[in-house]
């Protein structure tokens, strides 16, 4: 086992014992302390809770050091097909060991926190990781990385809900709309270029060299993946569409009430 496959399966195994200690131990003792409010929650709300605390974990983790390798890591910068890094290995492998960790919690509490699509989604990603880590397309599996930054929004939106903050509340209404914005960013507005820059290395003798299995699945794992990131921005953008349309009602009826007609 050379040093590179070393690297990989240690990090992998620390990625995934460090995700399972936090959902197992230490989400539970940290939210106690910084929430009041989780000591109510039933079994199940804290299996979730715990479940997106990981998450959110995971998401500043490799989406923090993911911008870091965009902007700064040469090697891929220069080849982005066959630039191989270490550094990208380790985002990668840190990325594994969590779907695995994730998994695992998804199969034991299949009845709380089960859902068919996150199944299909960490497979999906765990198959792509696997060709990545074989030192192509490191750069490619990088930028995809980068749709974890939305991930923070959406677990806070959840947080507050379990929490039961009003809908109306500052806090709640500013995460939303900073959840719909970023989702949209890191995962929609990023697909244009991303397809115009698989497009533009079709046929070239790096593409060529990848392999049939390779190009297959470089497509195939990514258009998975973001038709499913389009059915949860649909889904994120009709309940932002909802909470601001209730909003203009309740002003309005208090405009009403206050003999305005504004």
């Not at 989406?63 to 380790?90: C, H, M, N, Q």
């Not at 709309?177 to 970023?182: A, D, N, S, Y």
């Not at 949209?184 to 290395?201: A, G, L």
Request: proline share 2%; with cysteine; net charge positive.
């Amino acid at each position: 086992m050379d040093t590179n496959t070393k690297l990989v399966f240690s990090t992998v195994f620390a990625s995934f014992f460090t995700f399972q200690l936090l959902f197992h131990f230490i989400s539970y003792w940290f939210s106690a302390k910084v929430s009041p409010g989780f000591n109510s929650l039933s079994f199940e709300k804290k299996i979730e809770w715990n479940s997106r605390v990981v998450s959110t974990c995971h998401s500043l983790v490799v989406g923090v050091f993911g911008l870091y390798i965009f902007f700064f890591d040469e090697a891929t910068r220069a080849d982005p097909l066959w630039g191989d890094s270490s550094v990208v290995k380790v985002n990668i492998s840190i990325a594994s060991g969590y779907l695995i960790s994730d998994l695992l919690i998804l199969i034991l509490y299949w009845k709380v926190v089960g859902d068919k699509y996150f199944i299909i989604h960490h497979c999906t990603a765990l198959y792509a990781y696997w060709i990545l880590l074989n030192g192509v397309l490191a750069y490619i599996g990088n930028f995809r990385l980068l749709a974890e930054l939305s991930s923070p929004f959406v677990n806070q939106r959840w947080f507050f809900e379990a929490l039961k903050y009003p809908k109306f509340s500052k806090a709640n209404v500013i995460n939303g709309i900073l959840m719909t914005v970023v989702f949209f960013i890191v995962r929609i507005v990023s697909m244009p270029p991303f397809y115009s820059f698989m497009y533009s290395v079709l046929g070239t003798e790096a593409y060529v060299r990848l392999g049939l299995l390779v190009q297959c699945s470089w497509i195939s794992t990514c258009v998975v993946l973001d038709v499913m990131n389009v059915m949860w921005m649909i889904k994120i953008t009709k309940g932002c569409i909802k909470v601001i349309s209730l909003i203009r009602q309740e002003k309005a009826k208090k405009s009403l009430q206050n003999g305005k007609l504004d």
